[in-house]
């Protein structure tokens, strides 16, 4: 039910871009509970903490001479908030199966306009990684992957002391090499315009190849398939040192490695087909979580809504050696780590990721924001995969009393066949990955994942001996 005369601000540019006839794009967080969800406290929780975090989880869009607008509704808990069953009494690797089918279900179905855009699902069984899982859908027109997350940890508490603030890992870059001013401003024009140009071409024409990856369908509403995987934060730091690089090149690199290795097992002449990752990235300053009053103050640094851009970045091929040469696959796991870093350094001191952002602005002035929307859906669905990440405390979170096991997000509605999430949590790392459904073999790109990161670590652990 409407409540008259509240009309707040319009709909932002990309907001419409992710309501268009082309895109409806979503974001899914599972929270994995230690003990079993008290399902009598979900309607509470969502009533008196997550509604009041943003005037927008109590909006509608209503259109008005093709102008979208947020629009103040009275909310009905009830009808945001589904607790599926189950058979009762089955094992914890039945119940996996059981909440991989249902995360695939909520893929396939759109959030319905008639109501604010967001979900809650309370998974009351006892999965392999945890006792309960609380599943929170929220449209990606409510704002990017940063300010969900600042709404989302604005639910939670510290489970070891509620007064004492969340805190994060630090967020350091990697040293530029030191260059000559002439030398950074050449180098700067050329990337800028070659990866500008490049990007364009990725989106509009050039596709990736078809691949074991790839069926180049877009596959916004079609089922789907999940995994996820863990790996130690320490571990990555000890390679992030011993390597010099960032953990995102380490991670990156065990990406694209364990990709490769995946499309080779599957299709060996795939090893050389050109694949494209689409790399999101925030552009706000870059610095911790806010609370939500301070990211909607005007010119604030840290702003709510959406706020990031995408560049193209090569996947580099992989060349195997026919015998079994542990130097020769040494070399490799360390060349994949080597060209992540250098690849994405280059591309981020670039401008095109600002020219990229100001493209679409014109493309929306000048064609509207259905072509703007057409561009970026064909830059998602002309790649072979989408790489995003988020950073997640160091303690361990709590909802509701509730304990907060692990966690990890996937991007829901967008055409592209693979998308690779991350975020850190604890001391941890959790990967997850969405599949097309029917063309990648879960399990086995799963191995191939960890047999990338296991020819990264002892690669790292050799040259350091």
Not at 41 to 55: D, K, R, T, Y
Not at 135 to 162: E, T, V, Y
Not at 347 to 362: D, V
Request: glycine share 4%; with cysteine; hydrophobic share 40%.
């Amino acid at each position: 039910m409407e409540l008259e005369e509240e009309v707040l601000e319009p709909v932002s540019p990309t907001g419409h871009y992710f309501t268009s006839s082309v895109l409806s794009v979503s974001n899914l967080a599972v929270l994995e509970t230690e003990i079993p969800f008290d399902e009598s406290q979900i309607m509470s929780l969502v009533q008196n903490v997550f509604l009041p975090i943003s005037p927008r989880f109590s909006s509608i869009m209503v259109e008005n001479n093709g102008m979208k607008r947020w629009k103040k509704v009275e909310v009905k808990v009830e009808d945001h908030v589904n607790i599926p069953i189950f058979p009762p009494s089955l094992s914890p690797e039945a119940y996996d199966k059981y909440l991989d089918d249902y995360i695939s279900k909520l893929a396939v179905e759109r959030l319905s306009p008639e109501k604010p855009l967001w979900e809650f699902h309370i998974i009351k069984y006892p999965t392999s990684n945890a006792a309960g899982n609380v599943i929170i859908k929220l449209h990606h027109a409510l704002g990017d992957g940063f300010s969900l997350m600042s709404a989302l940890l604005s639910c939670l508490q510290r489970a070891d002391d509620p007064r004492l603030p969340l805190t994060f890992p630090s967020r350091q870059r990697s040293q530029p090499k030191s260059e000559s001013f002439v030398t950074k401003v050449c180098s700067s024009v050329f990337n800028t315009l070659s990866d500008f140009w490049w990007g364009i071409s990725n989106s509009t024409m050039d596709e990736d190849d078809l691949t074991p990856i790839r069926s180049g369908k877009g596959i916004e509403f079609q089922p789907i398939a999940v995994s996820t995987m863990t790996f130690s934060l320490d571990q990555i730091k000890l390679i992030k040192s011993k390597l010099g690089v960032t953990i995102n090149d380490v991670l990156t690199g065990m990406i694209f490695l364990g990709t490769r290795l995946y499309m080779q097992q599957i299709d060996k002449s795939s090893r050389k087909a050109r694949g494209t990752a689409v790399v999101l990235l925030n552009t706000r300053m870059m610095g911790d979580y806010t609370s939500i009053q301070e990211m909607i103050i005007p010119n604030s640094k840290m702003p709510w809504g959406n706020h990031f851009t995408f560049l193209h970045v090569p996947i580099p091929n992989l060349f195997l050696p026919e015998d079994d040469h542990h130097h020769e696959y040494s070399n490799i796991a360390l060349e994949f780590v080597s060209k992540a870093q250098k690849i994405i350094s280059t591309k981020r001191n670039s401008l095109a990721i600002y020219l990229t952002s100001r493209f679409l602005e014109i493309l929306n002035r000048f064609g509207g924001h259905e072509a703007a929307a057409k561009y970026i859906r064909s830059t998602l669905k002309n790649s072979s995969m989408v790489i995003s990440n988020m950073i997640g405390p160091v303690e361990q979170m709590a909802l509701g009393n509730h304990p907060i096991k692990g966690l990890y997000f996937l991007v829901l509605g967008s055409p592209e066949g693979l998308d690779v999430t991350i975020v850190s949590y604890m001391g941890k790392v959790r990967v997850a990955f969405k599949m097309e459904k029917g063309l990648i073999d879960p399990q086995k790109f799963k191995s191939c994942m960890e047999n990338a990161f296991e020819m990264i670590l002892k690669a790292s652990d050799a040259k350091n001996n």
